[in-house]
């Protein structure tokens, strides 16, 4: 399923559901986002957050990607109530059964909440920004702001054990057993930053300076991706995803 991009008026003035994804980089929390919207087979129009996001911002109430909006209920922008979402309007995006959708959910804190997976690969990318190449000073100084950067933060991170855990969870070709749900989507989308330096081939369009950035990411946690992530991200990009990844 391909996502109509449109401006900002056209998305204001749309029916259905509509999504804020972030234009400049491949955002795991963004691209996770447009997975789950894909796998559910939901129609949605896109909206691009770049550099010029301020009629976004006022739109939305909300200065930050992703978002859902869906008709006039209020705006989604935590991972967790976007995977609502998409689950209450696709069954199968979650466990039916209670016990297993709530260890579903926890895997995915792991994966997409603060201190998870995709949290620590950001603060390694505003770490690595202040002693080498990768984020302009400008931007790692209000990443790190933003997101609770410091060295204590940088030395606390679990993401090797958290990795493992997860590799654990996966006994087949998907987590969600003879099809993917949400952990498929997200644990596929949150390697990109860190299963290896993202090429112009696999990301057309990343600026040189993010791109650097997240080949920091890469450098840092890559050997601690088992190989069962890496075989099921590629699954995952060759059955489900579209690569190579638009922004």
Known sequence: MTLEYVDVETAKTARGTRLIINALVPSPWSEAMKGLVALAKLPAVAVRRGMD?????????????????????????NWAAIVGFVARMAPGILPADLAARADAMGTLELIAGEGGIGWSARLAMIDASTETAGFPPPIAKFLGKRYGYSKEAISSTKIGEQLGYLASKLTGDYFGGAAPNAIDIYSATFLTPIAGAISEAECPGMLPPLRSAFALAAAAFGPSVPPALLAHRERMFTRHLVRPILL
């Open 53 to 77: 996001s301020a009629a976004i911002d006022a739109w939305t109430g909300i200065d930050n990607a992703p978002a859902l909006i869906h008709d006039r209920e209020p705006v989604r922008s």
